[in-house]
């Protein structure tokens, strides 16, 4: 489960990362101070400030609970009127260009463009391998959608890959627009086969 956590984090847009690391020091700084720093001032700390020292902690918690639901949601979730329009537009730029360059006629009735062989690379150097299952590949995560039983198309990878969604982060910035294409042919390859 801890494995999972930097993967989570990845998915999260900049600013999130940010009012994260922003709440969680504010909160860290005031537990080292009020345990280290003040009591070795005063000796009886909270003493007759107990009812406010406890109102602080309990706000701090709150604040940091609050952090965490607010930031610790995906920009996607947000702005779920607007997702379907660029499924549709990134959806369709993909599907007319696998006719001309085929490199694997496999099963399911479509064909994959791009490298397999780059692909496999990319799988596993991307981080693929830690949320999905993929026997091709030796993987066996269990955060994402096992391939081997779902087996997507080649267009449905590559654009689950360049956008994200349902969990997974989008890649766009990440990869480039070849290797995106590499790992769907090679996710196709390697459930179609």
Request: net charge positive.
């Amino acid at each position: 489960m801890l494995s999972t956590i930097p993967l989570v984090v990845a998915g999260l847009s900049s600013g999130h990362k940010i009012g994260l690391v922003v709440v969680a020091a504010a909160f860290i700084v005031f537990a080292l101070v009020s345990s280290f720093v003040i009591p070795r001032r005063s000796p009886n700390f909270p003493g007759r400030a107990m009812p406010v020292y406890v109102t602080v902690c309990v706000l701090f918690f709150v604040a940091m609970m609050a952090a965490v639901l607010v930031f610790g949601k995906e920009a996607k979730e947000a702005e779920a009127g607007g997702e379907p329009p660029a499924k549709t537009s990134t959806q369709s730029s993909p599907a007319p260009a696998p006719a001309p360059t085929t490199t694997n006629g496999g099963g399911g009735g479509a064909s994959a463009q791009g490298d397999a062989v780059a692909g496999k690379q990319v799988f596993t150097s991307a981080g693929c391998s830690g949320c999905h299952t993929l026997k091709d590949a030796g993987a066996t995560g269990n955060v994402g959608p096992n391939l081997d039983q779902l087996k997507p198309d080649q267009p449905t990878v590559a654009h689950q890959v360049t956008d994200g969604g349902g969990g997974m982060p989008p890649f766009k910035g990440q990869l480039s627009p070849k290797q995106i294409q590499d790992v769907a042919a090679y996710v196709f390859k390697a459930t179609h086969s």
